[in-house]
């Protein structure tokens, strides 16, 4: 594993290059303001009647429409949600991107699964950031940053590397760490991550851990703060010390029902259900499946999210706590 650091990266090709950054979201607000205090020529692109557009402005940014800004630009930041790229790429980069241009994507999904394939002149490059938009900004403000991961897919003008390189600096992701990747790497270790701890491991291990008290006669109260509300805590030490020294920290009877209940509860079945779920993202079936089923499940997962009584007991609670948002 190659891991890279400020001293280690090459900083100045992005110092004559002017960055477009297309859209203005949670990445794009955040790594736009990042160059352009790092000192980077930057541009926002934003479609005509965004309601971001005023945001953008209101932070000091030069903001010109998508085909105006790419023109003007040698490197295209690709900001915008992954299922709207293809169509963005195709309707507005391509036929604006000059000759030799790069594409800088935040996240590889829409390459690896060949949703865009790239002019052959481009360079097309992966700055990945390891966390949010907010703490891409945040950590960065305080003059350090979040680590990334680092790809190159097309190398069309032999710039492509010290192109990433001077990008990822400029985000500030030298001080944390840049991991030479892949953008089948980094797109499926997301994706199976997404869904087998971040997203639908943990909402599925929490609902059914607080259904399990509350049919055993539990307050759905108690069950909230024991099952849900606690998890931040545990999650935060674990970020930060590792899982041994968690479990130094908290008492005898928790660690030995980590050691002995915890293999029961996430076992055999949960491993081979993990290893099916990498084995989808990484033929393709999953993304296959995705399009032809998203707008079925959404809808009908969400709605039978908020009539849970998980939600209607949390926000309850949650009036009662308006510091949560503040922390
Ligand atoms: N969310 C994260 O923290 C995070 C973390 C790591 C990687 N990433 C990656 O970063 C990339 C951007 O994700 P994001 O969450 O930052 O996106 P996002 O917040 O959903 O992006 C919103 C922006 O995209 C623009 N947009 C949406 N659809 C568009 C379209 N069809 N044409 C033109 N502009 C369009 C919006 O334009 P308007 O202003 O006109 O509405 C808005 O400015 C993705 O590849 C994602 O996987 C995200």
């Known amino acids: 594993m190659t891991i890279l650091y400020n001293n280690d990266l090459s ?34 692109g934003l479609r005509e009647g965004s309601s971001r557009r005023d945001a953008a402005l209101a932070e000091g940014l030069a903001v010109e429409e998508p085909a105006d800004a790419i023109r003007s630009s040698h490197v295209v930041v690709v900001l915008v949600p992954d299922v709207a790229q293809p ?9 604006s991107l000059r000759e030799g241009g790069c594409l800088v994507f935040a996240h590889g999904f829409a390459i690896q699964y060949g949703r ?3 002019r052959a002149d481009l360079d097309v490059v992966m700055v990945a950031p390891m966390g949010i938009g907010e703490q891409v900004r945040a950590i960065y403000a305080r003059g350090a940053g979040v680590p990334a991961l680092l790809a190159v897919h097309q190398d069309a003008t032999g710039e492509a590397m010290s192109i ?40 599925h291990l929490v609902t059914m851990a607080f259904e399990t008290l509350v049919e055993a006669g539990y307050q759905p109260e ?6 849900l509300h606690e998890v931040r805590y545990m999650a935060e030490m674990m970020q930060r010390r590792g899982i041994s020294r968690v479990r130094e920290s908290i008492s ?30 990484r033929d393709g079936r999953f993304t296959r499946e995705l399009d032809a089923r998203v707008n079925d499940v959404l809808p009908e997962g969400r709605r039978q999210a908020r009539e849970h009584l998980l939600e209607e007991v949390g926000a309850k609670l949650r009036a009662g706590m308006p510091w949560l948002d503040e922390d």
């Not at 199976?192 to 639908?200: D, I, N, R, S, T």
């Not at 050691?259 to 993202?281: D, F, H, K, N, Q």
């Open 11 to 44: 900083r100045d090709a992005l110092a004559s290059r002017r960055v477009c950054v297309l859209g203005f979201g949670a990445q794009g607000r955040a790594q736009a303001l990042n160059l352009r205090d790092s000192g980077i020529d930057v541009v926002v």
């Open 164 to 203: 990433a390189q001077s990008y990822a600096t400029a985000n500030g992701h030298g001080h944390a760490g840049v991991i030479m990747s892949s953008f089948a790497e980094e797109t499926e270790t997301d994706l199976f991550a997404e869904q087998a701890v971040l997203c639908g491991g943990l909402h």
């Open 87 to 95: 169509e963005v790429y195709r309707d507005v980069i391509a036929p």
């Open 222 to 227: 108690v069950a909230y703060f024991c099952c």
């Open 252 to 281: 005898d009877i928790a660690e030995y029902g980590d050691y002995t209940r915890g293999p029961r509860v996430i076992g055999e079945e949960s491993r081979a259900a993990m290893r099916a779920a990498l084995a989808e993202i």
């Open 116 to 118: 865009i394939e790239p």
